[in-house]
């Protein structure tokens, strides 16, 4: 039988099936379709502007890794003539962290990008593993998911840089919307599906430049292209809500492969029903107000494998066996099941006259008292997060982070959070 030939191209054979509408492609018209629809977002969204200086959020996993290297390559293809620069957050987990800290030291070099680190215990006098001590492994993703968005603005600033990007892919954003909609959330629907988040009470935007890329194309694209990443997953990662929330996304996606794609897209139209008093958007911003994730990934590199049974590392073994293999076509998918439809079904709903519609608690954001950090109440999470460690913090400790600490190089709320504590 004769090699297939590659859709595109029409000349090299095709090794890749491409999980995202199962297109056969050769290995170098997968690369450009992969990066030319990273720059049809960028450039459809309006992402950056010319000149701008760029901090990539960088864990050293595989959507760090590849988003850092995509811009590289677009910034240079194109002229974008941004300025790119590596930020990295050390959480203070031994045996993950540092290894993770040493890829993303060598991507640094590999890419010619500076990279600037910042830590949790510089800024919060906490690493994760006391953390984990005092709270246990259960909730700890709480802690860490609030104190790693904070970090990140906070590093931004010491860089004088006002945008950061993010590896969340599209598998992320699908996970999320699912998640706020089962819990009936829609002022965070709202704001979790915006590609650009920003707001007047921070200086730093955000943005999600693979928002619509697959994670297995992901991986596929940073296996192809011979990138170095960290591959192990957090040691302190739950099995949380969002696990269950990618288990379903998986068995979706294994039917229907556009089934990711189309959640992302129903989320982006239940967020426009949504009122802008309620949402949090900022009047005349395109992009909207993000509150935290309690759960989310925060790109911190775990979601690799956490939830859903390894199956994205399985997925990498499966590729380096078969590019061993001399001669065999690269098809890593799901298998999908054959004849079987799903179309859309216009069911008639009536709704309960006698019962009063939920009511929608409207945000207003501000800044924290403690540490000024944008925060929808007096104070914010990662400042009453620090107060309850603080409090049940042996004094003996407590006295050395008070001798210890900095005048201001240090999170105004672990002050006040340790006065509180000896209180």
Same mark, same amino acid.
């Given at each position: 039988?004769?090699?297939t030939p590659?859709?595109?191209?029409?000349?090299?054979?095709?090794?890749?099936?491409?999980?995202?509408?199962?297109?056969?492609?050769?290995?170098?018209?997968?690369?450009?379709?992969?990066?030319?629809?990273?720059?049809?977002?960028?450039?459809?969204?309006?992402?950056?502007?010319?000149?701008?200086?760029?901090?990539?959020?960088?864990?050293?996993?595989?959507?760090?890794?590849?988003?850092?290297?995509?811009?590289?390559?677009?910034?240079?293809?194109?002229?974008?003539?941004?300025?790119?620069?590596?930020?990295?957050?050390?959480?203070?987990?031994?045996?993950?962290?540092?290894?993770?800290? =040493? *890829?993303?030291?060598?991507?640094? %070099?590999? /890419?010619?990008?500076?990279?600037? +680190? !910042?830590? @949790? #215990?510089?800024?919060? &006098?906490?690493?994760?593993?006391?953390?984990?001590?005092?709270?246990?492994?259960?909730?700890?993703?709480?802690?860490?998911?609030?104190?790693?968005?904070?970090?990140?603005?906070?590093?931004?600033?010491?860089?004088?840089?006002?945008?950061?990007?993010?590896?969340?892919?599209?598998?992320?954003?699908?996970e999320?919307?699912?998640?706020?909609?089962?819990?009936?959330?829609?002022?965070?629907?709202a704001?979790?599906?915006?590609?650009?988040?920003?707001?007047?009470?921070? =200086? *730093?935007?955000?943005?999600?430049? %693979?928002? /619509?890329?697959?994670?297995?194309? +992901? !991986?596929? @694209? #940073?296996?192809?292209? &011979?990138l170095?990443?960290?591959?192990?997953?957090?040691i302190?990662?739950?099995?949380?809500?969002?696990?269950?929330?990618?288990?379903?996304?998986?068995?979706?996606?294994?039917?229907?492969?556009s089934?990711?794609?189309?959640?992302?897209?129903?989320?982006?139209?239940?967020?426009?029903?949504?009122?802008v008093?309620?949402?949090g958007?900022?009047?005349?911003?395109?992009?909207?107000?993000?509150?935290?994730?309690?759960?989310?990934?925060?790109?911190?590199?775990?979601?690799?494998?956490?939830?859903?049974?390894?199956?994205?590392?399985?997925?990498?073994?499966?590729? !380096?066996?078969?590019?061993?293999?001399? &001669?065999?076509?690269?098809?890593?998918?799901?298998?999908?099941?054959?004849?079987?439809?799903?179309?859309?079904?216009?069911?008639?709903?009536?709704?309960?006259?006698?019962?009063?519609?939920?009511?929608?608690?409207?945000?207003?954001?501000?800044?924290?008292v403690?540490?000024?950090?944008?925060?929808?109440?007096?104070?914010?999470?990662?400042?009453?997060?620090?107060?309850?460690?603080?409090?049940?913090?042996?004094?003996?400790?407590?006295?050395?982070?008070?001798?210890?600490?900095?005048?201001?190089?240090?999170?105004?709320?672990?002050?006040?959070?340790?006065?509180?504590?000896?209180?």
């Amino acid at each position: 039988m004769a090699p297939t030939p590659c859709q595109l191209c029409h000349t090299s054979r095709a090794l890749i099936l491409r999980p995202k509408n199962h297109q056969k492609l050769c290995k170098a018209c997968f690369l450009l379709a992969f990066e030319t629809e990273i720059h049809n977002t960028i450039t459809t969204h309006s992402l950056f502007a010319p000149g701008e200086r760029i901090a990539i959020g960088a864990s050293g996993g595989k959507d760090s890794t590849v988003l850092a290297s995509v811009l590289k390559t677009l910034n240079e293809r194109y002229g974008y003539g941004l300025d790119l620069v590596l930020l990295s957050i050390d959480e203070g987990i031994r045996g993950y962290r540092d290894d993770s800290l =040493d *890829t993303v030291k060598r991507n640094a %070099l590999q /890419y010619g990008m500076p990279l600037t +680190i !910042v830590g @949790y #215990a510089e800024l919060y &006098g906490w690493t994760m593993d006391q953390v984990v001590a005092q709270v246990g492994k259960k909730g700890n993703c709480t802690y860490c998911g609030v104190f790693r968005r904070q970090a990140l603005d906070r590093g931004a600033a010491k860089l004088g840089i006002r945008h950061v990007v993010t590896g969340h892919n599209a598998d992320d954003v699908a996970e999320t919307v699912l998640m706020n909609l089962l819990r009936g959330d829609l002022p965070r629907l709202a704001r979790a599906t915006s590609i650009v988040t920003e707001s007047a009470a921070s =200086d *730093t935007k955000r943005s999600k430049p %693979l928002k /619509y890329a697959y994670e297995k194309e +992901i !991986v596929l @694209y #940073a296996h192809h292209r &011979g990138l170095d990443y960290f591959t192990t997953e957090c040691i302190y990662s739950p099995e949380a809500f969002r696990g269950s929330a990618r288990t379903l996304i998986k068995s979706l996606e294994r039917m229907r492969p556009s089934a990711i794609l189309d959640v992302v897209r129903s989320g982006e139209d239940m967020a426009k029903l949504v009122p802008v008093e309620v949402s949090g958007r900022g009047s005349g911003r395109e992009g909207v107000i993000l509150d935290v994730d309690e759960e989310g990934t925060g790109d911190c590199g775990s979601a690799n494998g956490r939830a859903s049974g390894g199956e994205m590392k399985e997925m990498e073994t499966q590729l !380096v066996a078969s590019e061993e293999a001399d &001669g065999r076509e690269i098809e890593v998918t799901s298998p999908s099941v054959k004849g079987q439809q799903h179309d859309r079904i216009g069911n008639s709903v009536t709704m309960n006259k006698g019962r009063k519609p939920r009511k929608l608690h409207t945000q207003h954001m501000g800044q924290c008292v403690r540490c000024g950090y944008l925060s929808s109440q007096d104070i914010c999470k990662a400042c009453m997060l620090l107060e309850g460690l603080n409090k049940n913090r042996p004094k003996v400790d407590i006295q050395i982070g008070l001798a210890e600490e900095d005048s201001g190089a240090t999170v105004t709320s672990k002050t006040e959070g340790l006065q509180q504590g000896l209180g």
